[in-house]
């Protein structure tokens, strides 16, 4: 049968969430807890992401026998391999056509900065940055809306066939000292989410102008290639 996972993971631990060859990843962690079951099948995940972001429900799936009836059951046990740093959150028999990637319809991620004094127990888990104008900052994200060639926001060395993506939303609000960038697009290219927020704050600290910036949304002219830091994004959900 197949089953479809929800869980969250402390990016900070890992090298990513692909598998790769030291085991240092996500994927890896998943894998290990699983074959503590009876279960080695690859784990599939719905999105990848970059060493250092984390994950509030990411979503994974593996095949695996009929004798596990008790989801709940599964889920505690699983649990107790994965934490502390990856949580499993909850556990879905799908049907047998289920694409764990292909039939997400949406992925969201946000992007949270700290204004509050620095506190090294918390900078893995937000970027301590100055405050900003939120009202001058929704401006500049509602740019990305719609369909673009987001070609120019992307880390080089990605194989990628297409660079065209839908960006459904792409907004900012303020919570006490806390400022969240939300993003929803139809599928995101590597580290385009941080090469965005990265080019949003160079217009915000007049590194950059609203011009340029549009520019590069419009695959004209490239303009910023410095990368947001990972420790602020986290994949917030995945809509099928």
Known sequence: MKLKFVFSYDGSAFLGSAKQPHKKSVQDNFENALSHLGIYNSFLMASRTDKGVHANNAVGCV?????FKDLHYLKNQLNKYTHPFIHIKQI???????????????????????HDKFNPFL????????????????????LFNGEHNFKLFQKEGSSTKSTIRKM??????????????????????????RLSVASVLAVLENRLSKEQLKEQIEAKKEHCRIL????????????Y
């Not at 879905?92 to 700290?114: G, P, S, T």
């Not at 900078?123 to 509602?142: G, K, T, V, W």
């Open 168 to 193: 459904y939303f792409a907004k900012a609000y303020a919570y006490k000292k806390l400022s969240i960038f939300t993003f929803r697009a139809n599928g995101f290219l590597r580290a385009q989410i």
């Open 228 to 239: 947001a830091p990972p420790n602020g994004l986290y994949l917030h959900r995945i809509l």
């Open 92 to 114: 879905q028999k799908m049907e047998q056509d289920f694409e764990v990637r292909f039939d997400a319809k949406a992925r969201e991620y946000r992007y949270i900065f700290n």
């Open 63 to 67: 095949e695996c026998g009929d004798y």
């Open 123 to 142: 900078s893995r888990y937000a970027y301590f940055y100055p405050s900003f104008d939120i009202n001058q900052a929704n401006e500049l994200l509602a």
